[in-house]
């Protein structure tokens, strides 16, 4: 229907309308839909965008030594992703970030998805995001296919960046909702080699606080942790060394 026809309907509706109101009424009439309230929009005038820098920088594939130093081959060292985190276990700017819900090592692939995607997703006028974790540093190293055992450890295959469960690896703020920003965030936890989790600082404080009223309110005084103290039924024959430390808590 071209816009010439469209509009000629449209003036003979509202003709035919003016004819079938009153003439005593003489009040005008006026075409209007339902009325529904929306919510004012969030505030974001206190919240300042870092100029420096609003996107992920660049992390090296290979730590730079200086010269003359060689590359130093390291052990598994898996009490570097064991425990909690107690250092990087909260939001710098109190907005939103993605959480380690299990220890883990994050290798240079998985850094640079989670850079390329919100490189790509984020609008860099409004929001921005900050790294909470390092460069790949520790190595790992493995033999070539079908070598016989012996011979000294392996050449360095690659590095990777040790995680503990609760670690915050990302960090996204600005003058953004929690709504706007989940889809981006929730696509990179997903594809995490250990399980993560999209957070907000209130998400965060109300699960500690759920996490100490449980154990506040506990009426059973036989939790994993009075047995291993305790060594009941001699648990301490065949438990794990990991488990008398973190109490079954953290795998």
Known sequence: MSFSLLSRHLHRSVSLCWQRVPAAVGLPWVQKAGFRHFPAPPDYDGIEIPKERQKLRFFDRVPQYPAGIRAPKMTKRLDLIRGEEEVHNNLIYNQYGIVARRGGMLRWGHLEMIR???????????????????????????????????????????YVTPVKAGRVIIEVGGKCSLKEVYPIMNMIAEKLPFPAEVVSQKMLDTQREKQEKLERENINPYTFKYLIQNNMLGCHKWIKNIDKEYYGKYV
Do not use: C, E, L, Y
């Not at 006028?125 to 016989?148: C, E, L, V, Y």
């Open 116 to 158: 390329m995607t919100i490189a790509r997703k984020i609008n860099v006028n409004k929001t921005f995001a900050i790294w909470r974790i390092d460069a790949p540093w520790k190595s790992i190293t493995k033999k070539g296919q079908g070598k016989r055992m012996g011979g000294g450890k392996g050449s360095i295959d690659h």
